[in-house]
């Protein structure tokens, strides 16, 4: 248990912190989801659509420190393969 002032202060920093953190999470896999099930579906103009509207937020993310810069990048590209794969 946090005995300092400063010790207590930096426990309620760190709760708030992490529930931010958690809601950004929840927040990128949301939209990954979202283009995995237009994949799941077949539908690329869906799957581009979700795309286009989760790569900024899984970037956001890695500006965050929610997920490491080459996580987030390879996260897009791996999900950009796959749409493109569908036209194929």
């Given amino acids: 248990m946090a005995n300092t002032t400063s010790a ?6 760190i709760a708030r912190r992490t529930a931010v953190n958690k809601a950004r999470r ?3 896999r949301n939209f990954i989801r979202k283009v995995e099930e237009a994949i799941a579906a077949g539908d690329q103009a869906v799957a581009a659509a979700a795309l286009k509207a989760a790569q900024p937020e899984l970037m956001r993310a890695a ?3 929610v997920l490491h810069a080459n996580t987030a990048s390879r996260k ?11 036209s194929a």
């Avoid at 207590?8 to 920093?13: E, N, P, Q, V």
């Fill in 63 to 65: 500006t965050k420190g």
């Fill in 26 to 28: 929840s927040r990128v």
């Fill in 76 to 86: 897009v590209s791996r999900l950009a393969q796959r749409v493109k794969a569908l």
């Fill in 8 to 13: 207590k202060k930096a426990t309620r920093k």
